[in-house]
């Protein structure tokens, strides 16, 4: 890169690249020609908005605009899709039928420790069955157990959704990957 390059040479430097007219940029960007144009010719200095902008059309970090020749080229791997479809299809089916039955199990669990008291006072209200204070005792211990464990079955739960949001992030990244490529010095 040369030192005189400004930002509004990069403008329209990769503008031309990429084979956009001022007016096209212009209407892309929701400004007017004239706004390019003093932005190319440097009369203006582009908002940081503006080169936010510029940098998602133009698929290149905000950093180019301001004389760095960082440009990220995101590439697509078919194998890695390939890949992910298969490993992520085993990987489901064993999620779907241990840790997910697992966690209703055990929420489920919860939940029923939760209401079993009301259940035996219920139970000996319509004379189901008769009322018994080692029942309703057991019943209220399993109640404050499982107050005492929802805190934990909460955090051990988002804890995992984290990981399977992060699983799910890393394996879009590693089918569209973004590269930086090497500027070309000439000797």
Do not use: C
Not at 8 to 31: C, H, M, P, S
Request: aromatic share 14%.
């Amino acid at each position: 890169m040369h030192d005189a390059e400004t930002i509004g040479k990069r403008i329209k430097k990769i503008r031309i690249k990429n084979q956009l007219t001022q007016n096209q940029l212009a209407e892309k960007l929701f400004v007017t020609q004239q706004t390019v144009a003093r932005w190319e010719n440097d009369k203006h200095q582009p908002p940081i908005t503006a080169v936010q902008d510029l940098a998602k059309l133009f698929d290149v970090d905000v950093s180019y605009f301001f004389g760095e020749d960082l440009i990220i080229v995101r590439k697509f791997n078919f194998f890695a899709l390939l890949g992910s479809l298969v490993f992520n299809f085993l990987f489901f089916w064993i999620v779907a039928l241990v840790v997910i039955t697992l966690f209703i199990t055990i929420w489920g669990t919860t939940a029923g420790s939760l209401l079993s008291p009301i259940i035996i006072l219920f139970q000996a209200y319509q004379g189901i069955r008769a009322f018994t204070w080692i029942r309703f005792a057991s019943t209220l211990l399993m109640a404050v157990v499982a107050l005492i464990l929802i805190p934990l079955l909460w955090m051990i739960t988002k804890y995992l959704w984290k990981i399977l949001r992060a699983y799910y992030r890393y394996n879009i990244s590693s089918i569209i990957y973004e590269v930086t490529p090497q500027p070309h010095h000439k000797s």
